[in-house]
């Protein structure tokens, strides 16, 4: 008989995830909390390494991970036989099933009463109302705190086996956006040029989409429709292309925008402008630098590009790392400073839905702040034919 493999599923490995942990607790503890109680099924993966049930980018109530100030969490989960591949494929220092959702109220009281913090400060990401009264009933001296800025602190600096995961990421996802371009051509549909992008992401190791594939075209360029559809491209369009795969928790995001066929000056123009600002905002990428500094750039250029009124209203940029989007993002006001370590995705967005005809355009490069600058780990070749 084989022994059964306890490594989890995807698993970024021991070292990494002793790290992760570590930080976390170093988190929570530098702003008073003696506990930290998880929901969120990306957040339970973090802390446990567990796999847990398909890593949905949804909120379902299935899953909880108590993370106390020094040692290893607790899981639970109130799926059926689900605790058996917890405890096998988990790094969770103790795994246990909990009842229906609307008894974890008096479930995760007897877990904090387990670890002595009946009276005790503890932050979690995301807690129901009547989940809160319940906890609070069994523990009345219990100080529940909203954590959930606390990922901002823990995960936004990374370390370099953090950098080293997202480099092979966005190496897949550029895999997948160079199949999108060899199956783009007018006549095909959106959907197909998506499949292809899909299918080499996966093949190439992809553990999943961590946002559904955009592929517009034309009209749903010009309007941002953020799907594939059955909608057939037309000679002459626009196309944008944004991808993303996870590679052992951690996400590839890249697009591009590409012409299907000879492009318009007013098409020309716009990507030009999104182009210009992508560069301006890469060469300003370094140690020290506000993040809304970099939105305000992006938003200065397009607007001296004459095309201030096709800027998406959004942020310019993100961070990126474990799940997807981060904190601090790159948008107006962002006071949060640039520092080596962290990676941002930068990704200027125009359309023109006033004019369905010029269509839309997006740009997405990803920079790791180094001590000097940034350093763009993206290297996909922009359209040329919409460059010239």
């Known amino acids: 008989m084989m022994p059964a493999d306890t490594t989890p599923l995807f698993y970024c490995g021991d070292e990494l995830q002793a790290i992760k942990l570590a930080r976390l607790q170093a988190a929570f503890a530098g702003r008073g909390l003696d506990a930290l109680l998880l929901l969120k099924h990306d957040a339970v993966r973090y802390v446990t390494g567990f796999y847990a049930k398909g890593y949905r980018p949804f909120i379902e109530f299935e899953y909880a991970a108590l993370v106390p100030a020094a040692g290893l969490p607790v899981l639970g989960t109130a799926l059926a036989g689900e605790e058996r591949r917890a405890r096998l494929r988990s790094r969770a220092g103790d795994v246990r099933r909990l009842p229906g959702v609307r008894d974890w109220g008096r479930a995760l009281g007897a877990w904090l009463a387990d670890h002595r913090l009946e009276r005790a400060r503890v ?9 809160h009264a319940d906890l609070m009933a069994v523990h009345p001296g219990l100080r529940l705190v909203d954590a959930s800025a606390i990922w901002t602190q823990a995960t936004a600096v990374k370390h370099p086996l953090e950098i080293a995961l997202l480099r092979d990421a966005l190496g897949i996802a550029e895999e997948g956006l160079r199949a999108a371009v060899a199956a783009l051509r ?21 553990e999943m989409n961590p946002f559904i594939p955009v592929v517009a075209s034309g009209v749903n360029a010009a309007v941002w429709e953020r799907v594939a559809t059955d909608r057939v491209i037309g000679s002459g369009e626009m196309v944008i292309l944004d991808f993303g795969c996870v590679v052992r928790g951690y996400t590839g995001d890249v697009a591009r925008t590409v012409a299907a066929g000879d492009p318009t000056a007013a098409q020309r123009r716009l990507y030009r402008a999104a182009h210009l600002a992508l560069q301006e905002a890469i060469d300003a990428v370094r140690p020290g630098v506000a993040c809304g500094a970099i939105d305000s750039l992006v938003r200065r250029v397009i607007k001296e590009e004459g095309l201030e009124s096709a800027l998406a209203p959004w942020a310019v940029g993100h961070q990126l790392g474990y799940g997807l989007h981060g904190a601090p993002v790159l948008g107006p ?11 941002v995705n930068i990704e200027p967005a125009l359309y023109t839905p006033d004019d369905p005809a ?31």
């Open 358 to 388: 010029v269509g839309g355009v997006e740009l997405e490069d990803t920079v790791v702040v180094t001590p000097a600058a940034g350093e763009r780990l993206t290297r996909f070749p922009y359209d040329v034919r919409l460059l010239a």
């Open 186 to 206: 007018p006549g095909v549909t959106e959907i197909e040029v998506s499949a292809a992008a899909e299918y080499e992401m996966r093949r190439r190791g992809s």
């Open 123 to 131: 932050g979690f990401d995301i807690l129901p109302q009547f989940m």
């Open 333 to 343: 006001g962002v006071a949060d400073l640039l520092e080596v370590g962290m990676v």
